[in-house]
């Protein structure tokens, strides 16, 4: 009988995942200072994981809620045990690697000093920036019947003092690190050199806290739920919403960092004053908020860096002028980001605001950028007299407040704002311009798997469909009205939107390849996604597993389904590619009873990961790719890309380990192949020839 677990948990299966994006700080073919980013991006992970994913458990245990979480028999006190057990192994391993790189980082005259490393010069020079430019921002605190300890924020960052006047009388007090403050000092010279704000405070305690001594001190740094529980039924939904903002900053401590070499007095007093009815403790051996090492990559250092590269723009849209609708009406268009550039959609944006011949625009906007060029567009197609319509999500996680705001410009500018389907999360990425042409209207459609965001599109990989389908720009129409005004599509054959059909879709498109299997066709599934959680779905593609569907599943992130078990799902195969870009595409595809890849094979896009989130609680799209070329682009050039690739990917064990494919940094590279070749559909005549065909052989 089998013992293995079904289904990997979805907490510890995303530490695994934090724990590859750590294992990239280990691969020497990449520099020096982009090893240091991957320290950086796993903390900033790990925060917010505990913000939003570890904090609505112990709520969950702090209710009084103890029953099984998921169908591996965990419950609730044994899955954080283990997630706190990981976590500190994971923080661990984060310290240790970045002693080793300051190591090698100071080989290459870029250094993060100690304080009993600097000379009479830096010392001056410190004095100097410590009084014009922390000073004024510090607040020096005590702590007494008549000072009680103060509320520190959210990711606050804090000194603690034990301190003693010339009487002998003793005092605790803090200083708060507000995050004005550059954590990391640059000092003047011909090296790069850094020093962390905390050193420099506390050379110069003296200035905070005279007539005081310090007898002892200590850094600790505060996490706290972030998670927003909302009442969507509100008469006021935005209004609740900017409450709900400030609510935020004052949630309960789920987690308290403390530096090892704070005195165990000076722990007490603090965790004492810091109600930590559900929070979890972890002691740390080295520089806490870790996250700050971005501001290292600021450094006058590209010879630490990734070796800049230039974006293509689709040389297809050259050959006709720089007319973004001429090209799209010519035959559909797939814009592959980072590698293509996301100006693409700036401009069909821009154009659409500036060509007198487009009489609407529809659009979903879930997140976006600062000053971003999609909002300015939208504002001057509004002002230009089009009708503009954007259904803007403002529950985008740790974006709301942004989204609150260009909302609001954005109305100002004479644009229809809808906030979307109430109880849902606006996820899908539409947008429609309608124009006015000598056959009649015509709509040309972007339908996209990631955000609308200019500078994540520099890094985040995923896809962008332009489409002057007719068929597909009336039922992107429809679906958007159902969006605007829950008018319910009929019998849509190319697109599939969640939360109606979407889920009934995927499951239509495995039972199918169940159906091949069993009928003795060729049965294949390939997808790429960021995470499979749905046990609907896993259940399902167990059961083609069984049935001899042979299934290559690409997940970057979490996947619970447990892969290669004999007799249940040994035909399934999962990979997770974590580099230089974030995978962020999702792409699925079909065999439709051939072998993949071929012209016969079903292939899509979403929006949506496999999760009940996406499939049940969000507004999601899928849409059929079945332009030649285009198809051809997505199945024969990036899917085998991927499914190739050694130099980032990691194999899913059935035991839940992931282990690398060969040795990391090395062997066939995607991301590369993807810089150094053009795409099928957006290259034009002129680069036809040269393109390195792949197979998986």
């Known amino acids: 009988m089998k013992t293995e677990p079904i289904y990997f948990d979805r907490e510890l299966s995303w530490l695994a995942f934090n724990e590859r994006v750590l294992a990239q700080t280990y691969n020497e073919a990449c520099p020096l200072l982009e090893r240091l980013n991957f320290i950086s991006i796993s903390a900033k992970n790990l925060d917010e994981f505990y913000m939003v994913r570890v904090a609505g458990l112990k709520n969950q245990l702090d209710a009084g809620i103890e029953v099984v979480l998921n169908r591996d028999g965990q419950n609730l006190k044994e899955l954080l045990t283990n997630i706190h057990a990981r976590t500190l192994l994971l923080i661990q391993n984060q310290q240790t690697q970045l002693k080793a790189l300051r190591k090698e980082l100071r080989a290459h005259n870029l250094s993060i000093v100690e304080p009993s490393e600097l000379s009479r010069k830096d010392i001056k020079w410190l004095k100097d920036y410590f009084e014009h430019n922390l000073l004024p921002i510090l607040t020096p605190l005590a702590v007494d019947p008549a000072h009680p300890f103060p509320f520190i924020p959210n990711m606050g960052l804090s000194i603690a003092l034990e301190l003693v006047d010339n009487q002998g009388k003793e005092m605790k007090a803090l200083i708060p690190i507000p995050n004005q403050i550059q954590r990391f000092i640059a000092l003047p010279g011909k090296n790069s050199r850094y020093i962390l704000a905390e050193n420099v405070i506390m050379t110069h305690i003296q ?16 996490l706290r739920d972030s998670e927003i529980e909302i009442n969507e039924e509100s008469e006021d939904f935005v209004r609740l919403f900017e409450v709900a903002l400030k609510k935020r900053k004052r949630g309960a401590v789920i987690l308290l960092t403390i530096d090892q070499n704070m005195p165990t007095e000076l722990r007490q007093f603090v965790e004492n004053n810091l109600n930590l009815d559900i929070g979890d403790v972890m002691t740390v051996e080295g520089i806490l908020g870790l996250d700050a090492l971005q501001q290292l990559l600021t450094s006058q250092r590209p010879d630490l860096r990734y070796a800049s590269y230039n974006e293509r723009f689709p040389e297809r849209i050259r050959e006709f002028g720089g007319n973004i609708f001429a090209a799209i009406s010519f035959k559909d268009l797939v814009v592959h980001h980072p590698y293509e550039s996301f100006d693409v959609v700036v401009q069909y944006l821009k154009n659409a605001a500036h060509d007198p011949h487009v009489v609407s625009i529809k659009q979903t906007l879930y997140r976006t950028s600062n000053n971003s060029p999609i909002i300015a567009a939208l504002i001057e197609a509004a002002e230009n007299g089009k009708s503009v319509t954007a259904v803007v999500e403002i529950k ?29 999360k606006t996820h899908g990425k539409i947008s429609l311009v309608t124009r006015r042409e000598e056959t009649g209207l015509k709509i040309y459609t972007h339908l996209a798997t990631g955000n609308y965001d200019p500078v994540t599109a520099r ?37 599939a939107y969640a939360p109606i059909t979407l889920r009934n879709t995927f499951e239509d498109l495995i039972k199918a390849e169940i159906a091949h299997a069993k009928s003795g066709r060729p049965a294949f599934i390939w997808a790429k996604m960021n995470a499979l959680v749905d046990y609907k779905i896993i259940d399902l593609l167990y059961e083609a597993s069984s049935a001899g569907v042979s299934i290559d599943l690409i997940i970057r992130g979490i996947c619970c389904l447990c892969p290669g078990i004999k007799g249940f799902s040994e035909n399934i195969r999962v990979k997770s590619i974590v580099g230089r870009f974030l995978e962020h595409s999702r792409i699925i595809c079909f065999g439709n009873g051939d072998v993949l890849p071929s012209p016969q094979a079903k292939v899509y896009i979403t929006s949506a990961d496999w999760m009940p989130r996406n499939l049940d609680w969000r507004f999601e799209t899928l849409v059929s790719i079945e332009n030649d070329t285009v198809r051809d682009q997505i199945l024969n050039q990036i899917m085998v890309a991927y499914l190739k690739d050694k130099a980032q990917s990691w194999n899913l064990s059935p035991d839940g380990t992931y282990h690398m494919i060969g040795e990391i940094g090395k062997g066939f590279s995607a991301h590369q192949y993807f810089m150094d070749n053009p795409s099928l559909s957006g290259r034009g005549h002129g680069e036809v020839k040269g393109v390195p065909q792949l197979t998986l052989g």
């Not at 200035?207 to 505060?222: E, I, N, Q, T």
């Not at 995923?462 to 009336?474: P, Q, V």
């Open 459 to 495: 890094i985040y990989d995923d896809l962008s469909l332009f489409t002057a389908d007719s068929e597909i720009g009336e039922e992107a129409s429809k679906v958007f009205n159902y969006l605007t005004g829950y008018a319910y599509p009929n019998k849509l054959k190319k697109i």
């Open 396 to 424: 985008a996680r740790f974006d709301e407040q942004a989204n609150l705001q260009w909302a609001q410009d954005l109305e100002r500018a004479g644009v229809m704002i809808l906030y979307g389907i109430l109880g849902y």
């Open 207 to 222: 200035d905070l806290f005279p007539r005081f001594h310090m007898k002892a001190y200590g850094c600790f740094r505060v």
